[in-house]
């Protein structure tokens, strides 16, 4: 019976990927995607909508963290889709035909994942969350939540409290929250664990479809073997699917709006999801914002400068920019204002940061810094040899590169390896920072990253025979 | 020859990745294995005899004998008895949450005899020393436990 009783965690996912799934129907654009992307956009726009729609309703109206509003918010959505359905007839699935059966490297790959995402499962159900940055900040943060039915605690709206990184964006610990208010969770049932695990699979369909944006299904499904082979993003207690850290999150919210945006030109649709899913990621962890800013410059950028000509510009074609722009800006308000009733919110890192070390810091810390970069990269335990290998096959496949979306991906990619550069650049102990958060920052950058190595992937795999790069098609 | 040198370098690169493959898919095999095997053996057990697995009898009795003394709603002070690195002060507190704690320092520090004997917060009326697990937290009354420091800084144990 115990058995069964750990499978309620899947009502906490079904929380948010049901409305989730009903978004997608809304959005013509993503509901044009094929049914795995669908799924993983399902589950993020779920998250973004139910946690983000608590988190602002909790704050600027104080509307309780309990079950009515919970429950309310996540029937919105489905809501309004059957109000939707009811008056137009949503034409159905013609516009995306049906896909080709898989081949064996698709079947090897997909088969490889979702035996690794069962055994994170499995682990999520068994055991009680033993990770470090998850019980010290972010799920201690949803049990004071969630005790007070808010999101601004006496905890963390009174100083003097002992809290760390009281000030941090809460939007993963207000899903925990809203998990475990509608489970009726006791404090040592930690059943938010589920939400954290599930972002494994859809962290790997986004990046496989993006990778099929611009590859072969070969090369996509290659990458995609190889990434659901690494330790890190899997199983590690520091930042994986297995902890209740916010990085994986973060990779996914910000990967996939950042691929919702990169088009020539997106659709409103697009645009909505896009915005949603970045004003998560500002939701999400401190480099958030930025990073959601980041990518919705680079988007823009690549419209304006990749092949649309500028005189076409005014006429509408920063709608979507600017659609997607007003949601993240929105979430930045939310968040300013919150962190405004938080009153030691910079305490923590006056003591580990010094901004007057940050010139010329950000140059002599290289020679310092890269050696143990290097380490990071190079742990088996944490990656295996799956750098040494990505190395050669950049550097073998590099013609595969010479592409048009090379440079808006390559940027998206080095925004959050930059960030952590210059976290290191003004922190008093660089060494320490790098250990603990260099591979959290590379899984942030995974999406573009990995779609960037899909490329070189799939020019390596012009030397096999024919039937393996039969779908090679080179796209923009 | 060009061609031939690429047609290698992709093949050589091919070959690694492969090989990565291999060892990591073997490696990632095994592990999953061993997971999914342990928790179908694990599937009935009760939460309360998981954690006692995981954070041992006597850590679990102490955080039960917390929660039982110092009201959901309420305070405590909170001191660190081992190391930053070993990070008991925040197990220890998320274990305690909702109840709020205001920190006071490392034990080691607070008893050294040479900083001055702290002056505590008004309010919370009970201090919590805390460990990493296994090692159990221990609970005093803020009277004792300025007993306890003045007693460490003339030369006590």
Redesign the interface.
Known sequence: ???IE?LVQLAGVALFAVPGAALVELLPALRALPWGQRLAYAYLLGVAFVAGGLYALSHFLAVPLRVPAILTLALAPAGGWLAMAARHRFPRRADHPRGRRWNALQILAFG?AG??F???L??V????L?D?DG??TW??QA??M???GTVD???LTQP???L?HSWYPALMPVAQVAVLELLRAGD??HFFRAVYAFFFPVWLLILYGGARRWASRNAAA?TT??V????FPA?YRGGGAVSAYSDLPLACFYGAGFLLLLALRPRLSAAVGGGLLLAAAALTKNEGAPLALWALSVAAFVSVFAGVPRRRLAGGRWRPYMLAAGIVLAACVLLLSWRVGIPDRFESYREIISWSTLWPGVITRVPLLLPKIRLQMLSLADW???W??AF??L???WRGLRRRVTLPLLLAAAAPLGIAWIAYSVSLDPVESVRTSWNRFVLQASVPLMILLTLA?D??????PGRWNRDRHLRP | MTSFVGSACRALALAAFALFLVHSGSLTALRSWRWLAQAASLADEKPPAIRRRQLGARYLSAIEQLRRTIPRDGEYLLVRGGTEFEGGQYWVRFELAPRRARFLGSLSELADGRTPRPLLPAGPRWVVIAYSEPRPPVLMDRQDFLRILDDRSHGGT
Do not use: H, Q
């Open positions: 019976m115990a058995g750990k490889m035996v690794v069962l055994s994170i499995a682990e159900f068994i055991n009680p033993r470090w019980r010290m799920a201690a049990r004071y969630r005790a007070e605690p006496a905890v003097g409290w002992y760390t040592d049932e290659l073997l190889a659901a082979l690494l330790p199983i295996g040899t799956f040494l290998a050669v096959v550097l073998a496949g992937v020019d390596v795999l012009c030397v096999l």
